[in-house]
């Protein structure tokens, strides 16, 4: 089937780290970046070898470039070039927003239980 990547986008390295665990203990394969800009470079790199993320976990508040400037990058600059990728909100923001009015398939508030964002990437991903 290839290899499942996942990338996960949070300025939080204990988020990162566990969920990135626990992807990979579900066959994944998880990159992690700390905030947009690093995740968009990562994705032209990847691009250029025909590797895509099969999902992105990313969280909305971040430093350098945040979420909701990713999202609006994904939809116009990316889409032009490449496979928009299903996208994962986690988010501590109050007032969870709404997975469809952000476009996106899912949004988890922190706290969440990893299975439960797992089984939402499986429900991506396959």
Not at 45 to 71: C, H, K, T
Not at 104 to 126: S, T
Request: proline letters at 6%; charged letters at 20%; a negative charge.
């Amino acid at each position: 089937m290839g290899e499942r990547v996942v990338l996960v986008v949070d300025d939080n390295p204990a988020i990162r780290d566990m969920v990135s665990w626990a992807l990979e203990l579900d066959g994944y394969a998880p990159q992690a970046v700390c905030e947009g800009r690093a995740a968009l470079n990562w994705m032209h790199n990847a691009a250029r070898e025909g590797r895509y993320p099969a999902v992105i976990l990313l969280d909305l508040a971040m430093s350098g470039m945040d979420g909701d400037a990713f999202l609006a990058y994904l939809r116009t600059e990316w889409k032009s070039l490449y496979p928009v990728p299903s996208v994962i909100l986690i988010t501590a923001r109050a007032g969870v927003p709404n997975a469809q009015a952000m476009g996106v398939a899912y949004v988890f508030a922190k706290p969440f239980h990893v299975r439960d964002l797992l089984d939402a990437v499986h429900d991506l991903a396959n």
